[in-house]
């Protein structure tokens, strides 16, 4: 096996209609709960345009756990935050429990590319890691299929 870098891939679709509905529903309390200030303010414009691109960042939230493979408790939604440049693109950022699982897994860049077409929104997030990571995952897998009496 190779010693360089790892990658990692996550990738998650969102209907635009459960956003839209939770929305509703449940008004500021579900923004608060899953986006951060930032998000909330980049989505803006009539309530569909709004509500597709907040489904996007929530596809982008559940493909950055996919990345970041918890064990235990998942970080807290707003932990992940889809910083949206003033040139249009869009990254990840991480805090608190989100960065945390990064430093461990030895995530050096995450990149994300969101995307929605009618009453779908998808994201995939892609994260480079250190090559002591692979390293650490290799040692951790050999260790727990010997735990399980695989090999």
């Given amino acids: 096996m190779s010693a360089g870098p790892a990658i990692r ?13 939770s929305i509703a529903r449940f008004g500021g309390r579900y923004l608060r709960r899953i986006y951060t200030e930032h998000e909330i303010a980049s989505c803006t414009g009539p309530p569909p345009a709004a509500a597709a691109s907040l489904a996007a960042r ?18 807290d939604w707003r932990s992940m935050e889809v910083r949206r440049d003033p ?16 430093d461990e897994a030895g995530i ?20 480079l890691c ?13 260790s727990q299929t010997r735990a399980d009496g695989t090999r």
């Fill in 87 to 102: 040139g249009g693109w869009c990254s990840m950022s991480l805090s608190g429990h989100a960065a945390v699982l990064a």
């Fill in 58 to 75: 929530f596809a982008a939230k559940e493909a950055t756990i996919k990345v970041l493979r918890p064990v235990g408790h998942q970080p």
């Fill in 108 to 127: 050096a860049e995450l990149a994300v590319s969101l995307t929605h077409e009618g009453g779908l929104a998808a994201a995939v997030v892609v994260a």
């Fill in 130 to 142: 250190h090559e002591a990571s692979t390293a650490r995952e290799q040692e951790e897998g050999l």
């Fill in 9 to 21: 891939v996550g990738a998650d679709i969102a209907t635009v209609g459960e956003v839209s509905e």
